[in-house]
């Protein structure tokens, strides 16, 4: 469990712990129950499965983020360091909920993240004044991203045409916002990740139907090049196709008769030497031989 004394990092816990109310109910009636008389070690069951429950749940928060993410990955062409466009609303968002952006985004995408802004997004914030100053200190901390606006316009427009131009060029952004009207237009732009806050924590949003059927046109796109392929080159030939190997039989070689060769053999005789040493011929005896 985090440390009660910093409160931030509380927060980030409670969303998990909201999913968990059984078993947050059952601790919190052990701690009152002996509240006066409690020792180390009391309603350590029910602690265990209040933190078994809300790791889990943190688990699936990053397992989701981590499932979405390799969608983009391998249709998008989407690879780290992540470049994450901010907005007002986003960063209004974070303040209201204490959230520190620069520390839960890369912590949620598990991957080094670039937090980004434009010169937009900012003139709108400096515009509304006073209502959005802490949003403003916030959306200036991030690297501002270039944008070809000369004369500023709507946050909502700039990101939603970096967005646009993002989906047919190398440049990837995941769009951070809490704007309702920007998030349905984003969704009708092919490839484009969505970032909310919702319950003191940061989601991904789900896939939209425009970012699906964007990647099933590169699988049809796929498909009509291998059957151009085929009309082209004409049908592969059988012949050309590497043979199996057919299963070896038994090795001729070890099917041969054996030969029989001649190998010399020492034999003694009664015959003896001057010396008195007996006399050694050698005989030819048959040996059987491989």
Known sequence: MPNASNPQRLLSYATSIAKCPTETVAYGSCVSSQAERIKQGDCSAEFKKLIDCVTKNLKKKLKRANRLLTFFKYNYKFVPPYRVLVDGTFCQAALTEK????????????????????????????????????????????????????????????LSHLARRAASGKTKYLIATQHDELTEKLRTIVGTPIMYIKFKTILLDNISEATKSGASKDEEEIKRLKQLKKEIMGPSDPLQKKKKKKKGGVNPLACKKKIMKASVETVRTGERTATGKRKRTKKKAPVESD
């Open 99 to 158: 959230l520190n952006l620069a520390e839960q985004i890369p912590k949620y995408l598990t991957e080094e993240t670039h937090l980004m802004t434009t010169k937009c997004v900012l003139d709108e914030l400096e515009k509304i004044g006073p209502l959005l100053y802490g949003a403003l200190v916030i959306a200036k901390q991030f690297e501002v991203a270039e944008c070809p606006h000369k004369t500023p316009i709507a946050a909502a427009d700039c």
